[in-house]
T-cell receptor, first 115, second 113 residues
Framework: GAGVSQSPSNKVTEKGKDVELRCDPISGHTALYWYRQSLGQGLEFLIYFQGNSAPDKSGLPSDRFSAERTGGSVSTLTIQRTQQEDSAVYLC?????????????FGPGTRLLVL | KQEVTQIPAALSVPEGENLVLNCSFTDSAIYNLQWFRQDPGKGLTSLLLIQSSQREQTSGRLNASLDKSSGRSTLYIAASQPGDSATYLCAVRRGSGYSTLTFGKGTMLLVSP
């Protein structure tokens, strides 16, 4: 079946503009995670959804960042008034819990460049 | 706060060499540890997952070990090939069920023919 998909794959925007990043998880996965990978940095956790609710949004770096998930499926990460330091790869993962515990499946990411 | 460190940051080897990538974590209270591979422009591919009760896992030419008490894991790659060139990421999970992953910054590996 299809894996996690993200769109757009690349986004170039001007400082101060708003951007929306989309994640389509694997069908049936109830959990969805957003991570950010900045140049020279490891992946950092942003927000976690269980169904449509976000029990952990502790990783969002500022109030310019928000995310929502609808229908227990697609999620959108919105960055308002983008800054140059927001430039990074934004990765989405969806997961299921099996006998071996949770397995997260990652999408290809959206590469965001803020000029 | 959990911190994950990977050494070296970059590694270049000729084809055929055996190599070891290192990962250390500061909080030994982990549920499991996972090694991923990341190719340029691609997402993460899971390579090996070691439960906290396990000492090692093997898949083909890859062997990962875990010493939870000392906060260390190693990824051993035997007979490296140019196709192994990628960034290797180590991540730890704190709890069972749904849990965020804490990642290291990765080791960028280049295997030359």
């Amino acid at each position: 079946g299809a894996g996690v998909s993200q769109s757009p794959s690349n986004k170039v925007t001007e400082k101060g503009k708003d951007v929306e990043l989309r994640c389509d998880p694997i069908s049936g996965h109830t959990a969805l995670y957003w991570y950010r990978q900045s140049l020279g940095q490891g992946l950092e956790f942003l927000i976690y959804f269980q169904g449509n609710s976000a029990p952990d949004k502790s990783g969002l770096p500022s109030d310019r960042f928000s995310a929502e998930r609808t229908g227990g499926s697609v999620s959108t990460l919105t960055i308002q008034r983008t800054q140059q330091e927001d430039s990074a790869v934004y990765l989405c993962a969806s997961s299921r819990v099996g006998r071996a515990g949770e397995t997260q499946y990652f999408g290809p990411g959206t590469r965001l460049l803020v000029l | 706060k959990q911190e994950v460190t990977q050494i070296p940051a970059a590694l270049s080897v000729p084809e055929g060499e055996n190599l070891v990538l290192n990962c250390s974590f500061t909080d030994s209270a982990i549920y499991n540890l996972q090694w991923f591979r990341q190719d340029p422009g691609k997402g993460l591919t899971s390579l090996l997952l070691i439960q906290s009760s396990q000492r090692e896992q093997t898949s083909g030419r890859l062997n990962a070990s875990l010493d939870k008490s000392s906060g260390r894991s190693t990824l051993y790659i035997a007979a490296s090939q140019p196709g192994d060139s990628a960034t290797y990421l180590c991540a730890v999970r704190r709890g069972s069920g749904y849990s965020t992953l804490t990642f290291g910054k990765g080791t960028m590996l280049l295997v030359s023919p």
